[in-house]
């Protein structure tokens, strides 16, 4: 007989791999967990033929003697008569049976693996009853976090009992601390959704951002800005400074215009310009923005590199301000400084829909790489004499 006749044969350490599956998928161990009461686990084999007994007797006879000697203690093998007139009935494996969970575990070898999951069940039924549940429904995620899971209880114990905002540094359980939060925070947000009352919980903000979706405080957004007249100072008496949002929309400042800019040596050297503060940008951030009220009642200006992602920091502005105006972001100022060109790493693949048709179209073009590959130019580089033409071209709005 063919080594590949024999070799459809169901062998032991078929059956075992299958019930790996199995285990995997977390079948076993999950109906452990609800204390479920065990169904025996039950396997067809392919065992030979007549036909196959006949052509190869001695192989067959190995076949069911590897069974015979395979977890003797822990299968039952269930037999069936196969044969013919010419080698006779023959008994031979055709279902394998475990009747124990016992035997399951043993056979797989995970013994240790629930004893511990049953440990973390006990642990979690005695100090946080909430999440048994949860537990019992996700029995590998437990085991795979076991050497966690005490810390992550005991966090999530004293954060559901604490409803005053604090800050993540500020949970104070032992052998817990930020960077333990950030690294499972995947975990932890898991655990917190379980507990917590649904007033506690943004669903709109991402599952692993613990600080927007528990409500725990985060790190404050500034906003750095400098009045471009120096005989019209800011509150204070300053010509710059840099304060948390909330305090600068507090300020109820009246300028005439507001000019945003992404570059840091470029927003020092703006030329004076009458009734004007300029603003340090924060690409993608500038949305935090849009809490500062006294910001949607001025001529408000955007100038960023001109590439598809500026083109997209401004779209994602317009979203908050819808009459944000942009300076030094149109094709003559590109097409002006090819000298200066540079390459934009990852362009933006973006569909945007707030630009202005002229906007869109160089966005497009900058897409499409038709001034060459991946061009960009980046603000600094832009001739400085532009800047107050610009501006001087923008006193009103247009």
């Not at 939060?181 to 709109?204: G, K, M, Y």
């Amino acid at each position: 007989m063919s080594r590949a006749a024999t070799s459809r044969w169901t062998e032991p350490t078929d059956v075992v791999d299958t019930l790996r599956r199995r285990w995997a998928r977390g079948d076993f161990l999950g109906r452990h967990a609800r204390g479920e009461e065990w169904d025996p686990v039950s396997l067809p084999l392919r065992a030979p033929t007549p036909t196959e007994l006949v052509a190869d007797l001695g192989a067959a006879r190995e076949w069911v003697t590897r069974w015979r000697a395979a977890y003797p203690a822990h299968l039952r093998i269930e037999t069936a008569s196969v044969g013919g007139r010419v080698v006779g009935a023959n008994e031979v494996p055709c279902r394998v049976w475990i009747d124990r969970p016992e035997s399951l575990w043993a056979v797989l070898g995970v013994g240790a693996q629930v004893r511990s999951f049953d440990e973390l069940a006990s642990l979690t039924a005695a100090s946080v009853p909430a999440l048994v549940p949860w537990v019992s429904a996700h029995p590998l995620r437990v085991l795979e976090k076991s050497d966690v899971w005490a810390r992550a209880l005991a966090a999530v114990s004293w954060m559901s009992e604490h409803e005053e905002p604090v800050y993540l540094r500020q949970v104070d359980v032992a052998g817990v601390d930020t960077k333990f939060l950030e690294t499972n925070r995947a975990l932890i947000s898991d655990l917190l959704s379980e507990v917590l009352d649904p007033e506690r919980i943004d669903v709109t903000a991402p599952r692993a951002d613990l600080v927007a979706r528990f409500g725990f405080l985060g790190k404050p957004d500034y906003v750095r800005m400098r009045t471009l007249y120096p005989s019209q100072l800011l509150p204070g008496g300053f010509l710059e400074l840099t304060a948390r949002g909330d305090e600068v929309a507090r300020l109820g400042l009246r300028p005439r215009r507001v000019l945003i800019v992404e570059n840091e040596i470029t927003y020092l050297a703006l030329p004076d310009v009458g009734d004007t503060i300029a603003v340090l940008g924060s690409g993608y951030g500038l949305g935090r923005l849009s809490r500062i009220d006294w910001l949607h009642g001025v001529d408000l200006l955007y100038w960023g590199d001109l590439d598809t992602h500026g083109f997209a920091i401004l779209d994602g502005l317009r979203a908050h301000f819808p009459g944000t105006r942009s300076i030094l972001m149109d094709r003559s100022t590109l097409l002006s400084h090819e000298t200066h060109w540079g390459h934009e790493p990852t362009p933006s693949r973006a569909i945007l829909t707030r630009l202005t048709e002229p906007e869109q179209r160089l966005y497009d073009d900058l897409g499409a790489n038709t001034f060459g590959r991946s061009v960009r130019l980046e603000q600094e580089r832009i001739s400085f004499h532009l800047i107050r033409e610009a501006l001087e071209g923008n006193d009103q709005p247009a």
